[in-house]
T-cell receptor, first 113, second 111 residues
Framework: QKEVEQNSGPLSVPEGAIASLNCTYS??????FFWYRQYSGKSPELIMS????GDKEDGRFTAQLNKASQYVSLLIRDSQPSDSATYLCAVTNSPNTGNQFYFGTGTSLTVIP | EPEVTQTPSHQVTQMGQEVILRCVPI?????FYWYRQILGQKVEFLVS????????KSEIFDDQFSVERPDGSNFTLKIRSTKLEDSAMYFC?????????FGEGSWLTVV
């Protein structure tokens, strides 16, 4: 059984602070990693993808991947109240063969104004 | 920006009835998926579909479920005889070989 683990939270940070979200996965052959944001009652929305070890930055978001530790994280700098949502970590072996994406249960983030 | 569209957005059905959920994938995407999310729970994989056949399916996707692409555009999920525990948000997703993009979901309530 392939597992993707996330702390369910809730995680609360003050506006302007850095929010740090963590995810571990069990399948060593996982190749592609994704962070999705999901507002209540809405569909998951892609924030970032990462495929190689190290950091990947996109605006206020930074994804970090460590395949040796089977660990992927998402940092949100200068957190805004609009960032309040559930953040889903997803992994897949290979997206270009139609393999399924495995999702964690999500971490609920609240940014306090 | 291209998007995955799903219909209906919400459906209420009686237990034992058949339900068909429809999805229009993003054009030029070749991989299609159905996921579901029971209220308050994680997003769960149901099935993936490529080249007009199922690529992978989960334990949830039993004989009560089927998928097809009847007209080359729509991608449908059929639940033959709904059960109370089928109540969930059903997400269609499509992939361009790099990542997947979700539709807005179809909320199914079985009563």
């Amino acid at each position: 059984q392939k597992e993707v683990e996330q702390n369910s939270g809730p995680l609360s940070v003050p506006e302007g602070a850095i929010a740090s979200l963590n995810c571990t996965y069990s399948d060593r052959v996982s190749q592609s990693f994704f962070w999705y944001r999901q507002y209540s009652g809405k569909s998951p929305e892609l924030i970032m993808s990462i495929y190689s070890n190290g950091d990947k930055e996109d605006g206020r978001f930074t994804a970090q991947l460590n395949k040796a530790s089977q660990y992927v994280s998402l940092l949100i700098r200068d957190s805004q109240p609009s960032d309040s949502a559930t953040y889903l970590c997803a992994v897949t072996n290979s997206p270009n063969t139609g393999n399924q994406f495995y999702f964690g249960t999500g971490t609920s983030l609240t940014v306090i104004p | 920006e291209p998007e995955v569209t799903q219909t209906p957005s919400h459906q209420v059905t009686q237990m034992g009835q058949e339900v068909i959920l429809r999805c229009v994938p993003i054009s030029n995407h070749l991989y299609f998926y159905w996921y579901r999310q029971i209220l308050g729970q994680k997003v769960e994989f149901l099935v993936s579909f490529y080249n007009n056949e199922i690529s992978e399916k989960s334990e949830i996707f039993d004989d009560q479920f089927s998928v097809e692409r009847p007209d080359g555009s729509n991608f449908t999920l059929k639940i033959r005889s709904t059960k109370l525990e089928d109540s969930a948000m059903y997400f269609c997703a499509t992939s361009d070989r790099n990542t997947i993009y979700f539709g807005e979901g179809s909320w199914l309530t079985v009563v």
